[in-house]
């Protein structure tokens, strides 16, 4: 009979899974993604990651990742905060459940967050349009009348907001002004009955108003006894002169009670209205968050995006392990599939051998993942239908295995588990026996795999096996490097050559006798003796063509590094002059129009003196001075082609290494000059101060001001002196724009925590641009914890001058008043 599977048994049944993926650690890879994810829904995705045979989905995968590598290395990550996960209570809805106010301020963070999200796509990233990175962001659905009512409705998680309905304003008013009608006619009965109460004080016992009474004095006082104390020496008496207002008190609370969830099963209704909307959205945020979390990885690994190929050819280029420090991993080259189809590593132990083994199985598991690699350009990968390997010790007690019985155990299952397309390998073949079974068992399985057009990559110590890799065709021999100087590996894979044990060269310099080395070495035959000599001749004559190919290569690299410094000179000599030219020719321009005044004013005393002078005098001295002012306007216009190299030549700068208090750098999306007030903070924003300005940005958009710009700062400040009208610079500019659009309070109700604090953040940017020196920070009083974390983040801010909770009239506990520096 025919069965029928899913696209989802059919994707599985494609995924690479088992001890594999433990064995060359992509499980561990697998955890530095999921610290990427910044989502509960991308999360999930990755932790659902599986290696695949699908040679398109892999390519699909690899181009994501790399479309948004590509976007964030130019533009920053995407806005990913305050997705909270709505799909249980979207389920909940569903279900018949009415939500409560905190899932609906979670539904409406969601919300906020993908309006935010969609904000990316815009004119400014023209470049990324066509992309599935974007096509995605585009499909999200926002319902931006939902998210506004629901914040405008709900205060917080605790509190309903008193204009969530005309209803509930009145319920609300009404139990207001019943409660301060209470508080009088208590005082009143407190100040006539001063000597029978314990304290006087007005107090709530089950949500009626009550005064404390001693006990023996009870009957002095007509009314309802509520509590008792501990002690049993106060009673808590509501007197009959507040019973009515009491009861009239608990009815509106009930109605209030009624009404706060009419109105959350209205908000719940609406969600329901948008369900299949909001699970779209969370379904395409997964997606996002998702590739945006490959790509974090790849700038953290510094990966780049191999080329696929369906040929079973693998070719590394400098390719370095992910799990070894960046400060100790050797990179090495890795090529296999082409001109031979098994590569057989040898060496000394504790040389590299395992690590090049690897570095290569897990490369190609993250490739069919959808990873990019940490190695370099023109690197290329193959898709597999399988992935085996047998790398490491893995003998058990209780299974009665060996050594070799357990390495024979995973040969067995690679055996019956190998395709044509298969990636096979196997770390130290054949060990763990008598050596000569050893070596020509391992042939036997080499020569297996090889006719079954397995790709095979093996490491051993068997000299039977380099003989073998050089008679055999299709097959090659590779050495990890030793340094018999430093008695240290050098990790470098060398392919060609078999790899030399060096057994009596270190075990000499360890200590071993010369008496003891000289009798091993009469134990090996002369050919032995021969071909060991022959492969140490190779190494050191490799290593020395090595040293002498890195020292051209550094030769190189310094005259290129000088060819370019000479460039830089000669464009900022061109500068330079342009630059004295044009200053030159502002100063007669300057001069020209200082003068042009005291012409006119010439001119006029010629005409008022004109009837004194004969007609044609007076003509003949006008003329002379307009021939003098356009004689000097014709030199000015005669170098005006000058300007544009000027305009066109672009001042050199570079990123600052390191940061110092007072030193000054510049601020190219400004074009302005600021000092340093402060060093980089935890988040890597650094204060600068520019006149009246103090602007808190990243490390990453200052330079080294170049001399031109500090000329050019010099020149703003000389016209700044002078009395003549002049243009506003750019920070003036955007100091008046951010005046018209910036108000002194900020409202912060129905946020996250997170989203708070960001959104108080660039805020008070705002204010330092506009020149606003006291705000106000509306955060309701709710649970405090908003309160506390806007306190916490106005104590760190450099910006912030002082800060303090509004007093009455000013919000009470619900707001904080800010002055600024």
């Known amino acids: 009979m025919y069965r029928y599977s899913t696209f989802e048994e059919e994707e599985r049944r494609k995924q690479i899974r088992g001890r594999v993926l433990s064995v060359l650690e992509f499980d561990k890879i697998k955890s530095a993604l999921l610290d990427c994810t910044r989502t509960s829904y991308g999360r999930a995705l990755a932790e659902e990651l599986y290696p695949t045979t699908d040679h398109t989905a892999v390519r699909e995968g690899l181009n994501d990742t790399e479309e948004a590598f590509t976007y964030i290395n130019k533009y920053g990550p995407l806005p990913l905060g305050g997705f909270c996960d709505i799909r249980p209570s979207v389920s909940f809805s569903r279900a018949g459940g009415v939500l409560s106010m905190r899932q609906l301020l979670d539904i409406a963070s969601f919300l906020r967050s993908t309006e935010r999200l969609l904000q990316v796509i815009s004119n400014e990233h023209s470049d990324m349009e066509g992309t599935n990175l974007f096509g995605s962001i585009g499909a999200l659905s926002p319902v931006p009348v939902l998210e506004k009512d629901i914040s405008s409705s ?51 016992r089950g949500d009626r108003y009550c005064v404390p009474v001693r006990s023996e004095c009870k009957s002095r006082l007509p009314g309802i006894v509520h509590d008792t104390s501990s002690t049993g020496q106060t009673v808590f008496i509501e007197p009959l002169a507040v019973v009515e207002a009491n009861n009239r008190i608990r009815e509106l609370m009930a109605l209030e009670r009624e009404e706060i969830r009419r109105i959350l099963e209205e908000l ?67 090529e296999l599939g082409k001109d031979y189809r098994s590569l057989i590593i040898t060496g000394p132990n ?70 044509k397309n298969s990636l096979v390998l196997l770390d130290e073949l054949g060990s763990g026996t008598d050596p000569a079974e050893g070596a020509a068992l391992a042939i036997a399985i080499l020569d297996e795999l090889f006719e079954r057009g397995c790709t095979t990559m093996a490491t051993t110590h068997y000299k039977e096996l380099k003989a073998y890799a050089i008679e055999k065709e299709g097959v090659m021999n590779a050495a990890c490097e030793f340094d018999t100087d430093t008695l240290s590996p050098t990790y470098r894979l060398i392919i060609g050559m078999p790899g030399v044990s060096n057994a009596f060269i270190i075990s000499k310099k360890l200590g071993i006798p010369s008496k003891i080395i000289d009798a091993a070495m009469e134990n090996l035959s002369n050919d032995e003796l021969a071909f060991e000599r022959l492969l140490e001749s190779a190494e050191e004559n490799n290593r020395e063509a090595k040293r002498l190919h890195n020292e051209n290569m550094k030769l190189n690299t310094e005259l290129e590094e000088q060819k370019k410094a000479l460039e830089e000179e000669k464009k900022a000599l061109k500068a330079s002059k342009t630059k004295i030219l044009n200053d030159a020719r502002k100063e007669q321009r300057d001069l020209i129009e200082e003068k042009e005044q005291e012409l006119e004013e010439l001119i006029k005393k010629l005409k008022k003196t004109g009837k004194q002078m004969d007609r044609k005098d007076a003509m003949d001295e006008m ?13 000015l216009t005669d170098d005006s082609a000058d300007d544009e190299i000027l305009d066109k030549t ?41 006149g009246t300005m103090r602007l808190s940005l990243e490390k990453e958009a200052l330079r080294l001001p170049t001399g031109d710009q500090k000329e050019r700062r010099e020149e703003t400040k000389t016209r700044r002196d002078r009395p003549v009208e002049r243009k506003k610079d750019s920070a003036t500019l955007i100091a008046m724009k951010k005046s018209s659009s910036t108000m002194p309070e900020i409202m912060l109700l129905g946020m996250r925590v997170d989203e708070a604090v960001s959104a108080l953040d660039s805020y008070i940017d705002d204010c330092s641009l506009s020149g606003i020196k006291k705000i106000r920070i509306v955060h309701g009083k709710g649970t405090g914890a908003l309160r506390s974390a806007v306190d916490d983040f106005l104590r760190q801010s450099r910006r912030v001058k002082s800060h303090r909770l509004g007093s009455i009239g000013e919000g009470d506990d619900g707001v904080t008043i800010a002055e600024l520096n």
């Open 154 to 204: 709900i205060v917080n998680e605790d509190e309903m907001n008193d204009r969530a309905s005309e209803t509930l304003y009145s319920i609300r008013r009404e139990k207001k002004d019943i409660q301060q009608n209470i508080r009088v006619m208590l005082d009143r009965v407190i100040r006539n009955n001063e000597d029978i109460l314990r304290e006087a004080i007005i107090t709530i």
């Open 623 to 635: 003329e002379k001075v307009r021939r003098r002012l356009r004689a000097g306007l014709k030199d």
């Open 350 to 419: 504790t040389g590299g051998k395992t690590v090049s083994l690897k570095t290569c199985g897990l490369f190609t598991l993250m490739a069919m993942a959808g990873l990019m690699l940490p190695c370099a350009q023109g690197s290329e990968i193959a898709c597999f239908d399988r992935v085996l390997a047998d790398i490491g010790d893995e003998q058990s007690i209780e299974q009665s295995l060996s050594t070799f019985s357990a390495h024979m155990s995973n040969i067995v299952f690679i055996l019956k588990n190998t395709r």
């Open 650 to 690: 672009s001042l050199p700068g570079e990123i600052p290494r390191e940061f110092k208090v007072g030193a000054k750098y510049y601020i190219p999306h400004l074009d302005m000059l600021g000092t340093c007030v402060s060093l980089p903070n935890k988040s890597g924003k650094v204060l600068i101060e520019s």
């Open 268 to 334: 719940t209704g609406r969600v329901l209205k948008n369900a299949d909307a909001l699970e779209s959205d969370t379904v395409l945020v997964a997606d996002i968050d998702f590739v945006s979390a490959k790509a974090e990885l790849a700038i953290r690994m510094k990966a780049t995006k191999p080329a696929l190929n369906d040929r079973s050819y693998i070719r590394l280029v400098k390719a370095r392990h992910p799990l070894i420090p960046a400060d100790t991993v050797v990179p090495v080259d890795i």
